[in-house]
């Protein structure tokens, strides 16, 4: 057992509390506060759930989570780790000692030239060859046939305008779509944010993790959906259509993402400085 873990368990104690009393008040599974105890972190989901979870255990206890991490700063790992990416550099090396090849549209250069110039002689010649017989057909038959077409476009103008009427006044009324959804911040109260909902004709919740997270969910009734951890890059949905209220309690707020039938919820509180947050959810 470490000094810090030892400084936790004693203040627990003094406070009359059991493990089961801070797995209730803090959300933190008793395996993991066990853990702490005794200094055993490999356990851990990840190094930031275990300053994050000490931070926990200690409000819970009332003890000053700044201080201890001070005091025991050399027992505490820090919440992030340094990573060395290595590259392959041989691929570069052999890529830059084979020489290019030399462009083939170079060589084939001066046929495509000669091509071209082949093609505009021909065309050339053609826009030059005489339409004197087929342009004075054209002056002939076009008035009679411009006249004929013109005499015809405004018969079928005259019956065509009172059908386009009629039908103008049979159209049916736009149906008006059904108004969207509202999803409003209300205010925050400590480490609670609430939410009104609005409009919505369903009220379904989905939580993703972009890290592991610990989330746990209930209605407005105290049911409980979800007490659990999230993995990173996995999704829980939960449909509580028919409820009024969801409260999600969410254990790091950093890699946690909420959306209410689709709709991403925007942390009231930044997610960088209060990492445990609730979030309350009132549909009207």
Request: hydrophobic letters at 35%; glycine letters at 6%; zero cysteines.
């Amino acid at each position: 057992m470490t000094e810090l873990g030892n400084r936790l368990k004693e203040a627990r104690k003094a406070k009359g509390l059991s493990l089961a009393d801070v797995q209730e008040m803090t959300k933190i599974q008793k395996r993991y506060l066990t853990g702490i105890e005794e200094g055993n972190y490999e356990m851990m989901p990840g190094k930031f759930y275990v300053r994050a979870f000490i931070k926990q255990y200690a409000e819970a206890v009332g003890l000053n989570a700044d201080e201890l991490f001070e005091e025991f700063k050399s027992e505490v790992p820090s919440s992030h780790e340094d990573e060395i990416p290595q590259r392959a550099t041989k691929i570069e090396e052999v890529k830059s000692n084979v020489p290019a090849e030399p462009s083939k549209f170079l060589e084939h250069l001066p046929k495509i030239l000669v091509t071209a110039f082949v093609i505009g002689a021909l065309f050339l010649a053609w826009a030059l060859i005489p339409k004197k017989d087929t342009d004075e057909k054209q002056v002939e038959e076009t008035p009679v046939v411009k006249e004929s077409t013109e005499q015809n476009n405004e018969d079928e103008n005259k019956a065509e305008a009172p059908v386009k009427e009629e039908k103008k006044a049979k159209e049916e009324p736009k149906v008006e779509e059904p108004a969207k959804q509202a999803l409003t911040a209300v205010g925050t109260s400590g480490s609670d944010s609430t939410y009104e909902l609005k409009e919505a004709e369903k009220f379904e919740l989905s939580i993703s993790s972009k890290g592991s997270t610990w989330v746990g969910v209930k209605d407005g009734s105290g049911k409980s959906y979800f007490g659990d951890m999230i993995q990173k890059g996995q999704t829980q949905t939960f449909d509580l259509t028919g409820q009024t209220e969801a409260k999600i309690r969410v254990g790091n707020a950093v890699d946690t993402e909420i959306k209410v039938n689709g709709e991403l919820v925007t942390y009231q509180i930044p997610a960088a400085s209060q990492v445990t947050q609730n979030i309350i959810i009132q549909k009207k």
